[in-house]
């Protein structure tokens, strides 16, 4: 069917403009091209020139490295009393794998009073010798802040129950990752302490851990330690990165490798690419938040980075905003992007040598080449599989790690990343 009159008039029109103009065409098109590809490669993440966070040690202390004096440090487990089991779990494993030998103190929260039940099976899988807290969790530390407006936060909730996200239409969810981003480290119980290690209910380690982590992270000036970094499900946090980075901007907050590898860069051509900035999880700039964060259900940290001013502010903006209750905003990536954000690289530490299992999940101690252990990063890039067994010519990080062939590894694609900016 031949076009109407005067659209085959525009269409030659254009042709005619073209074929006139097209030196001037390309030269812009090349200049966009170019800024594309500065663009993007400012966003790839290079190897420092030093290796910044090598493992503490390899292989097994022996005899056990438990004779140095003990840092301030607690371990730490929310729970409910519902969970009695799958804590007791938890604290049997990392007592067997590691407190046995150290005989750290335990503060378990609850943000309800524990049962008798609770206390007497958990505190018996700390052992007699144990020095164990039971404690609640004060009322202003759990519950909505009153700018919330908490019609809006339940239609939410409901919308977030119907898109099937998880925990999303969970009110109590909501509150207890609020507490885990920004008042755990100023509870009464753990106000004493410098360093803390989370542990969950339902979780296992998979290797004995046989020297001090805490009396490690200290030495080292480490602030924040992790063990498996993997994605976000976007649809908990639209609006998180956005904010961070907004943040990040309003105060000047340098760029730092870390923060880096945590974004995709856009490959929008620059006066397009800002426009992406109104979809869900990019910054102003309109780049990607990759959704890689550490998993914060296993952490080794020091308080005083929760406790500091710099992180307190993150916080405070996040809170007033309210997407602890709007959207899911999950305590991970607030720990995690307000680390990359805030943390020097050489802050934070991988700890490589810990098998950990959660939620089905799992973290295999990978092994390393000497030329990768040389540099502090024991990651082969791709691995796939179990992750467990020898590999010829890889010496083994870790301590009697033995990997559940059940659970599945996660692919540590994130771990790549993040890593690439400490090796
Ligand atoms: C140190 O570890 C050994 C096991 O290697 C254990 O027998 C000893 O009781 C531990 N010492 C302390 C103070 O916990």
Known sequence: MPLPRPTRHRLRALYRTITSHWKLIAFAASLLLLEVCVHVRNYAVT????????????????????NTARASAVLLMLARN???????????SV?????????????????????????????????????VEFKQIPKKMWGYPDWIDQDKAKANMQVMKDKKIQYGG??????MCRFQSGFFFDHPALLPYKYYWRVEPNI????????????????????????IALWERGQTVPSLFRKLSDFKSAHYLPTSPLWTAMIDASYMPWPFRR??????????????WNMCHFWSNFEIADLDFFRSDAYRKVFEYLDKDGGFYYERWGDAPVHSLAAAMLLKPEELHH????????DGLQYCTFQSTQEEKKRGFGMPPGISGKGHGKIEGREEVGCRCQCDPDARVVEPVCLNRIGLAMA
């Open 82 to 92: 519902s969970e009695v089991d799958g804590a007791t779990a938890s604290v049997r």
């Open 47 to 66: 190897r420092p020139a030093e290796p910044l966070d090598a493992p503490f040690y390899a292989g097994c202390q022996d005899p056990v490295l438990n």
């Open 351 to 358: 700890f490589s040598d810990l098998g950990y299992i959660h």
């Open 275 to 288: 426009a992406l900035a109104w979809l869900r999880n990019r910054d102003g700039n309109g780049d990607l």
């Open 170 to 175: 969970l009110e109590s969810y909501h509150h």
């Open 204 to 227: 296992r380690f998979t290797c004995a851990l046989t020297y001090d982590p805490f009396v490690s992270m200290q030495a080292h000036k480490k602030r924040y330690g992790y063990n």
């Open 95 to 131: 007592q067997e794998q590691f407190n046995d030998n150290f005989g750290y103190p335990w503060v378990f929260l609850n943000d309800e009073e524990w049962s008798e039940e609770f206390k007497e099976k958990v505190g018996q899988a700390v052992g007699k010798e144990g020095n």
